[in-house]
């Protein structure tokens, strides 16, 4: 039977000009037909018509840098000693609240005891709701590398390929390998390369094999360059980007996903714990450097034509919850100089490509699956509309 959306403007998530006055005509979780209200076809005249005209219609979002098992706003330390039945039961509360702010789909980045894996079996058994995920499991450290605390730690081209094994094993679509030092781990050089060559290699070989790619965090540009010496597929952050790296990157067909919110945090919208406030206080200097610097590397890399998909890191640190994360973090494209149609493509198109998902979602066109935004207000106008929606749907199923 199906039903169909019609007479909203549409952003169909492929960069060109909206559609005005268009139809969606929905079967069982999938796109069946999109185009003109006018030329919609026999078969859906007889399906139930939806009136959403005067509102704007686009994929649902995808963010693919995230970390659903952590709430963002309690230190990892605290949430490390939290009993794991609490950690489950804040990360189900995660997974709506997100579904219900437009994300369809995630990209986790960094688990939890393995949490992100049953709260995605939930999900798709129907238990609770929570957007589609393509997971990396628990990342993978140097001993004493960015993240140690909740990293797989290994050293050495053989123990890599292990702990890259065992997450597949447990059931991840990805491989997330920490390439330099970070900010969320007190006392590190971001500078810093973390994992040889040969180390990342081995990685990338054994993930290859098994059909996954390779998310690298970046922040140093020697991290970059190991990660594109070593068949890295994805970089993650990329704060200290060059030439060379940029270079390699294109050679190598690599993406780039950006995570702005989390090196820029919203302080304003909410108050601070005092918690927060520590952490705002400790990392005020490199937020304002990274803030700087992240401007030059989006222009270094639309320069050099990098293929960039982009992250909100809610979850990553104190100071990155949950709370319209995706939105903010589009919005910060566009005050990196994109327009907010060049900003939405790469919060759908071109992220359903990084997390290697285009055939299914992205984009708003028939047989893939029937995730939607659907907006009260015009986003290419005012990107912060994307803060303004009229409702949610996934797999054809209103939120
Ligand atoms: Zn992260």
């Known amino acids: 039977m199906g039903y169909v959306l019609t007479g909203a403007t549409l952003i169909d998530g492929n960069g060109g000009a909206p559609l005005n006055n268009a139809a969606v005509y929905i079967e069982g979780e999938r796109i069946a037909w999109v185009g003109s209200a006018a030329d919609l076809p026999s078969a859906a005249k007889n399906a139930k018509q939806i009136d959403v005209s005067g509102k704007w219609l686009m994929p649902g979002l995808i963010d693919a840098h995230i970390h659903i098992c952590y709430n963002g706003s309690d230190s ?10 609490d950690l489950v039961l804040e990360a189900v509360d995660i997974c709506e609240r997100t579904l219900s702010q437009g994300v369809t789909t995630i990209r986790d980045v960094g688990g939890e005891q393995y949490i992100e894996m049953s709260l995605r079996n939930a999900i798709n058994r129907g238990f609770i709701r929570g957007p589609r995920m393509k997971l990396s499991g628990r990342v993978i450290s140097m001993t004493g590398g960015h993240a140690h605390f909740i990293a797989r730690e290994a050293d050495g081209p053989d123990e890599m390929r292990k702990a890259a094994r065992e997450q597949i094993k447990a059931g991840a ?7 330099t030092g970070g900010s969320a781990t007190p006392g590190q050089d971001i500078h810093a ?3 040889t060559v040969e180390e990342i290699s081995a990685v990338t070989e054994v993930a290859h094999m ?6 690298a965090h970046c922040h140093g540009t020697g991290g970059i360059r190991n990660c594109m010496l070593g068949g890295v597929d994805t970089i993650e952050h990329g704060t200290y980007l060059d030439e060379e790296t940029a270079d390699m990157m294109v050679a190598n067909s690599a993406q780039l996903v950006l995570t702005l919110g989390a090196g820029n945090p919203e302080l304003e919208s909410y108050p601070l714990s005092p918690v927060q406030q520590a952490d705002a206080e400790r990392r005020k200097p ?24 982009i992250g909100t890191d809610a979850g990553g640190n104190p100071l990155a919850p949950h709370q319209f994360a995706m939105a903010r973090e589009l919005e910060l494209l566009v005050e990196n100089d994109l327009t907010a149609m060049e900003a939405i493509t790469i919060g759908t198109r071109n992220n359903a490509e990084v997390l290697r998902w285009e055939d299914e979602i992205g984009t708003v066109e028939a047989g893939k699956y029937a995730d939607l935004l659907l907006l009260d207000a ?22």
């Open 76 to 85: 990892v330390f605290t949430l490390l000693e939290k009993h794991r039945d």
């Open 173 to 179: 679509d990805l491989v997330k390998l920490m390439a």
């Open 193 to 195: 390369s973390q994992l």
């Open 210 to 215: 098994m059909g996954r790619h390779v998310a």
């Open 286 to 309: 490199m937020i304002e450097q990274g803030v700087k610097q992240i401007r030059k590397t989006i222009a270094l890399a639309r320069t050099k034509g990098i293929f960039l998909g």
């Open 378 to 399: 015009d986003p290419l106008v005012d990107i912060r509309n994307l803060r303004d929606i009229a409702a949610v749907y996934k797999g054809g199923e209103k939120v």
